[in-house]
């Protein structure tokens, strides 16, 4: 359970004034992916069928998460009066299905499984820090801070339990850093693309190079060198580097200019 509910969020502060246009698309985008945390939910409580601590967890991370789609969707239809939730999250799933009933982890192990959702509430994590510090919109702002930290709450979580498990299976580092680049890769991959396309009109037939490009080119304009910091210390973290400041600050430094790179490639492909 959230250590926060809806009632917490100052709504009547909203201020259609400072909501900037272009974030608007990639808040409709996350509040679809969010509210779909209940098939995140039934594939990890397939893969950890026999472990009734991790279900509980699941359960509990699962009604956080979609708590945050809730409140990203309810701002983004003050933001945008003309969002229609209900259909855009009909028409996410329509197109977007995770694989349920299955008994292992698509990673090969439930380490590995837990290492890449350390990857995950990595990403989440840096993108809803970055999107709290780059809205000047205040309500957006409160919902942004305190969804980052149940994000940083959830990476904790799967690590310790990650601990746990890579205490009885050898899963030895390269095999860790091969499933977070993995995940990593995958953040380009449908999910957010068809989310994207999903929440925000769909007419046009789905595209994901130009989906993926204008939800990419979106949220990581929101990023800084400081957050990019913490996210490189958390990924190592994950994998079982030993970070130093004299590591993570040039290690955030290079990943910057290359999301700088990846920003312009984006660029070219979105719409
Ligand atoms: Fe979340
Ligand atoms: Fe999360």
């Given amino acids: 359970m959230a250590g926060w509910t809806l009632a917490d969020i100052p709504w009547d502060d909203f201020d259609p004034a400072r909501v900037d246009p272009d974030i608007v698309p990639i808040v409709k985008a996350a509040s679809l ?6 098939d995140y939910r039934d594939y990890l409580k397939g893969v950890f069928h026999d472990d009734p601590r991790m279900k509980a967890a699941v359960d509990g ?21 003309e969002f229609d939730f209900e259909s855009s999250f009909a028409r996410f799933r329509e197109g977007f299905r995770l694989p349920l009933g299955v008994s292992d982890s ?3 192990s439930r380490s590995g499984e837990l290492v890449a959702r350390c990857m995950v509430e990595t990403g989440t994590n840096t993108y809803y820090s970055a999107l709290a510090q780059a809205t000047d919109e205040p309500v957006l702002k409160e919902i ?19 601990k746990r498990y890579l205490d009885r299976e050898e899963l030895g580092f390269w095999s860790r ?18 989310a994207y396309y999903a929440a925000n009109g769909g007419e ?4 994901r190079r130009g989906n993926s490009g204008a939800y ?22 994950a994998v079982g580097i030993k970070t130093r400041r004299w590591i993570s600050k040039p290690a955030a430094a290079v990943f910057w200019v290359l999301l ?3 920003m312009s490639m984006l660029a070219r492909g979105a719409h």
């Fill in 33 to 38: 992916v969010e509210y779909n945390a209940e």
């Fill in 216 to 237: 990419g080119n979106r949220a990581l304009s929101c990023c800084t060198p400081g957050i990019l910091e913490r996210s490189v210390d958390m990924v190592c973290h």
């Fill in 106 to 108: 698509v990673r090969g």
């Fill in 204 to 207: 046009r037939p789905y595209d």
């Fill in 177 to 194: 850093f091969r499933v977070a680049l993995s995940r990593i890769g995958e953040t380009e991959d449908d999910e957010l693309a068809y």
């Fill in 260 to 262: 700088k790179f990846r």
């Fill in 144 to 162: 942004c801070r305190r969804i980052a930290a149940d994000e940083f709450a959830h990476y904790c979580l799967f690590h310790t339990h990650m």
């Fill in 61 to 81: 991370w699962a009604e956080e998460e979609v708590q945050h789609g809730v409140a990203l969707g309810r701002w983004a239809k003050m933001a945008d009066p």
